[in-house]
């Protein structure tokens, strides 16, 4: 790639992921060419180039792809492969165009400049005023800080070196919660089944609403976007179309407080989607962007143009799902987010540096109360605490490291491990403050609090123990089984425990257990304690008479399905390293035969 080439795709990146937000100037390249020359010297550019590297290696994958895409088209009939796809592609075309489904009608929402627009509520004297939400990085700007270029995801003192009147003000992460619920509480009502994408935005499906109440998309609409202004004072912007895709690309067409409502028409729709740029396209971003715009697609109208190219590499982009794209074909499904198991927890606070040690536990005890809150409304608890907190200079401090180390993102953890289940701010702030103060003193700029090992406490527990759970169970060494409720408790530390620095090494691992098929328990697996348990459970004397009749009867040759039984267990016990017990309950037709040679 010439330098040329290299230093515009590096300033295009530098601009950062959000440079299609709704109220940016259409031709960003001023603007775009100011933050490349301030990042450049100061600590985040320079600390170790790492737009610069990822810049470099989005280049060198562009290389790979060209040169891949002229030794597959060399010698090749392109006119050929072209004719050779039409013919491919028609009935590819027509089985697309046949789950095309126009009979849904979908609506993105989107609430404007969300975080902002709260704080005018908060500070009327902001309205029409460029600010910008947000500490060391901006979460989000007013239209009239983005007539500036001001974005959100843009550190602060490119924001302000873009607009030296900016107002920087800080998060209200209360208010915003607490707005979020209204909006989609208003929401539900037309659709009971919506799918919030966020705590500004969403999906809803109005086609039973509309019919019910003999009202037309557009008014619908109209009708939502009053209904949570007169309620919260807050506008919102709608797309309305077909599907999901489509009604998120519509919602930023009349931004702000606007709505757009694309035809339900196949002809429409592919029109309206022909010019559009392909980073518009939910799920396209700043990497696939250019990797496609490598090998000339630049709008959704372009995926036809080079349908030959596409055939040839379609391991490397996909032909069908580019095509889809094309025509505007995507799911119409509006459901509510499922709850899944999840694998942690958190809240985290990012400010200006800090190194007071008292307003440092005030911002750790801002995250204590957020993450009990969120906790508390997802019915979740969990037993390992993880501290994380960013150092100011974006680097190492005491720490020894290799150049090739990415330190400004470095984060440092520490962790504790209870045996009781924890959720409650007391109990988050006391490890916290444990964990924290060994590590004083520091100026941080960022500091956090994530909860893992977690138990879902909306999940009937599962009455079902016996046997069969007891072979069924977690076979690997590795795998912790989740404690019982009834064991020890953990011992919170108060506000004055003794200040030690926390093993960087990770706890020791809990020994394996598993359920007692005799009496239900968790017990240990090693062999001496399991095997004493189960001589707890079991009556010794009826294996003792067993035995004794046993030994008095002729012995009788295994039958082949026993045989195979005795090579199953052969196998579990090599295993598991276990001592097989024969329980004359289960076992009774295999227990007092002898074992085959």
């Not at 550019?45 to 895409?69: G, H, T």
């Not at 095309?100 to 029409?128: C, K, M, W, Y």
């Not at 709008?299 to 982009?317: E, I, N, P, W, Y």
Request: net charge neutral; charged share 25%.
């Amino acid at each position: 790639m010439e330098p040329s080439q290299a230093s515009e795709s590096l300033v295009k990146r530098l601009a950062g992921p959000s440079t299609g937000k709704a109220g940016l100037a259409k031709d960003q390249s001023e603007i775009n060419q100011i933050i490349a020359d301030v990042s450049k010297g100061s600590k985040f550019y320079e600390a170790s180039n790492n737009e610069k590297k990822k810049d470099e290696e989005v280049s060198k994958k562009i290389e790979q792809i060209l040169k891949l895409r002229d030794e597959l088209s060399s010698g090749v009939d392109m006119q050929r492969v072209e004719t050779s796809v039409d013919h491919i592609a028609s009935t590819l075309l027509s089985k697309l165009e046949s789950e095309r489904d126009l009979s849904q009608t979908i609506v993105h929402f989107d609430l404007d400049s969300f975080f902002a627009s709260v704080e005018i509520l908060n500070n009327p004297e902001l309205e029409g005023k460029p600010f910008a939400v947000g500490h060391t990085v901006v979460s989000t700007a007013s239209y009239a800080a983005r007539k500036f270029g001001v974005r959100s995801g843009m550190a602060t003192f490119i924001a302000k070196k873009l607009c030296p009147e900016l107002i920087m003000v800080d998060h209200g992460f209360s208010n915003y919660s607490d707005m979020s619920k209204k909006v989609m509480a208003i929401c539900k009502r037309y659709d009971p089944q919506m799918c919030p994408a966020g705590c500004d935005e969403g999906y809803l499906n109005i086609t039973s609403y509309c019919a019910e109440h003999a009202m037309g998309a557009d008014e619908c609409v109209q009708h939502l976007r009053d209904a949570v202004f007169a309620e919260t004072k807050l506008t919102v912007s709608a797309g309305i179309a077909p599907n999901l895709m489509l009604a998120k690309i519509c919602s930023d067409k009349n931004k702000p407080n606007g709505q757009f409502h694309l035809p339900f028409d196949s002809e429409a729709i592919i029109s309206f989607m022909h010019d559009l740029p392909i980073r518009r396209v939910p799920g396209i971003g700043r990497v696939s962007e250019r990797l496609l715009e490598s090998i000339g697609i630049k709008t959704c109208g372009d995926v036809r143009t080079h349908r030959a190219t596409l055939s040839l590499m379609d391991k490397q982009f996909g032909l069908v799902h580019l095509l889809r794209t094309h025509l505007g074909i995507a799911s119409n499904s509006v459901e509510p987010p499922q709850r899944e198991e999840r694998k942690s927890i958190g809240a985290e606070r990012t400010f200006q540096p800090l190194g007071d040690k008292d307003k440092i536990l005030e911002k750790l005890e801002e995250v204590c109360t957020e993450l009990e809150s969120d906790m508390e409304e997802t019915q979740w608890t969990g037993r390992t605490i993880t501290l994380k907190y960013k150092l100011e200079t974006f680097e190492g401090s005491a720490f020894i490291l290799p150049p090739s180390v990415n330190l400004i993102h470095l984060v440092f953890t520490r962790a504790k491990s209870c045996s009781r289940w924890i959720s409650k701010k007391e109990d988050l702030f006391a490890i916290g403050q444990e964990l924290l103060l060994p590590e004083l003193p520091l100026r941080i700029r960022l500091i956090g609090l994530r909860v893992t090992k977690l138990k879902d406490l909306r999940s009937a527990l599962d009455p079902s123990i016996g046997i069969k759970r007891f072979f069924n169970g977690p076979t690997s060494p590795n795998k912790k089984p989740r404690i019982s409720e009834e064991e020890e408790p953990c011992s919170v530390p108060e506000a004055s425990a003794r200040k030690r620095k926390p093993d960087s090494k990770p706890p020791p691992p809990e020994p394996e257990r598993h359920i007692c098929p005799v009496c239900g328990k968790g017990v240990a697996t090693e062999n001496e304690a399991f095997n004493a348990h189960l001589d707890s459970c079991l009556s010794r004397q009826a294996i003792r008479e067993a035995h004794a009749e046993a030994s008095t009867a002729p012995p009788r040759p295994p039958t082949p399905k026993q045989t195979d039984i005795w090579a199953q267990w052969r196998k579990i016990k090599k295993s598991h390293n276990i001592i097989i017990y024969f329980v004359p309950l289960y076992f009774a037709n295999v227990a007092l035969t002898p074992l085959p040679a």
